[in-house]
């Protein structure tokens, strides 16, 4: 079985460029998940999605980041314009949702993005 | 909030020196448990959980066991490898849906 497979496995821009991230999840899997990991920390999530539906974009900086995910299946992160804050690693995972579980997350290898 | 706290690191022990990394929670009701290990230039994988308290989980020599009277997770392995190099997170979910991760603990096993 595939597991989540993001790309690009790295990323360098310039300041103030769009940058896109690509994320395929677990064939199945209800529910997906974009994270930021800072280096040296634990990751901090940015959006989650249960289908199509984000069900959780709290923490997501609506004023640069945007995502979407396409009848439930892959997904997309955007950052535009991207600032020297936004270098670090962009993971997505995947789990199958239903009632309540412990919910398991397989995550992808992430994406590392530098902004210089 | 739901949190979780780890013991900072980097952890530095020798071939088959035993291991505890320490983690502890703050939760409302009854969370399930993670340990997840990212090796280097790889994604986080799941390494054990536990879903409720008093249940031990286990996988590749690494023990832990959900203490719901001390909030606490800790994680241990008797005799660690130089392949065990890592970094390891601590981890929660209250709903099955939402986690939360503590900020990771460096292991460097020398041989």
């Known amino acids: 079985e595939a597991g989540v497979v993001q790309s690009p496995r790295y990323k360098i821009i310039e300041k103030k460029q769009p940058v896109a991230f690509w994320c395929n999840p677990i064939?199945?899997?209800?529910?997906l998940y974009w994270y930021r990991q800072n280096l040296g920390q634990g990751p901090e999530l940015l959006i989650r999605?249960?289908?199509?539906?984000?069900?959780?974009d709290s923490q997501l900086p609506k004023d640069r980041f945007s995502a979407e995910r396409l009848k439930g299946v892959d997904s997309t992160l955007k950052i535009q314009p991207a600032e020297l804050g936004d270098s670090a690693v962009y993971l997505c995972a995947s789990s199958l949702v239903s009632g309540r579980s412990t919910g398991e997350l397989f995550f992808g290898e992430g994406s590392r993005l530098t902004v210089l | 909030g739901d949190s979780v706290t780890q013991m900072e690191g980097p952890v530095t022990l020798s071939e088959e020196a035993f291991l505890t990394i320490n983690c502890t929670y703050t939760a409302t009701g009854y969370p399930s448990l993670f340990w997840y290990v990212q090796y280097p230039g790889e994604g986080l994988q799941l390494l054990l959980k536990?879903?409720?308290?008093?249940d031990k989980g286990s996988n590749k020599g690494f023990e832990a066991t959900y203490r719901k009277e001390t909030t606490s997770f800790h994680l241990e392995k008797g005799s660690v490898q130089v392949s065990d190099s890592a970094v390891y997170f601590c981890?929660?979910?209250?709903?099955?849906?939402?986690?939360?991760f503590g900020t990771g603990t460096s292991l460097t096993v020398i041989p």
């Open positions: 981890a929660l979910t209250p709903t099955g849906n939402q986690f939360y």
């Open positions: 536990a879903t409720k308290a008093d």
């Open positions: 064939s199945g899997h209800n529910t």
């Open positions: 999605y249960e289908n199509e539906e984000a069900v959780d």
